[in-house]
Nanobody, 124 residues
Framework: QVQLVESGGGLVEVGGSLRLSCVASGQAFSRFAVAWFRQAPGKEREFVAANSRHGTYYADAVKGRFTISRDNAKNTVYLEMRSLKPEDTGVYYC???????????????????WGQGTQVTVSS
């Protein structure tokens, strides 16, 4: 089992920045693929970014503005968000999986472990 706990969300103005953190516990984190997803009210959960042995991937909507990184020594994955827009508002979830295949890396069904989410609100 892996437990994931996100933090760092909050209220920020358009154009601002936030850094989300996700701390993992329970298993050797370094071999896991990790990802961030988000869910806006009334919408499905959508892929934001992922990092795995296959590489690093971003949704088109955040490419160039968001950066995913990880510190395996701290069992932590980060999402650095810059130039935030109102459409970035939502609950951001951290996800992890030890056996994900490349074709599933942008799919919620590819991940076995999820955090509880952290709210990000971008005000205009």
């Amino acid at each position: 089992q892996v437990q994931l706990v996100e933090s760092g969300g909050g209220l920020v103005e358009v154009g601002g920045s936030l850094r989300l953190s996700c701390v993992a516990s329970g298993q050797a984190f370094s071999r896991f693929a990790v990802a961030w997803f988000r869910q806006a009210p009334g919408k499905e959960r959508e892929f934001v970014a992922a990092n795995s042995r296959h590489g690093t991937y971003y949704a088109d909507a955040v490419k160039g503005r968001f950066t995913i990184s990880r510190d395996n020594a701290k069992n932590t994955v980060y999402l650095e968000m810059r130039s935030l827009k109102p459409e970035d508002t939502g609950v951001y979830y951290c996800a992890a999986d030890s056996t994900i295949i490349l074709s599933s890396i942008r799919n919620t069904r590819g991940y076995d472990y999820w955090g509880q989410g952290t709210q990000v609100t971008v005000s205009s």
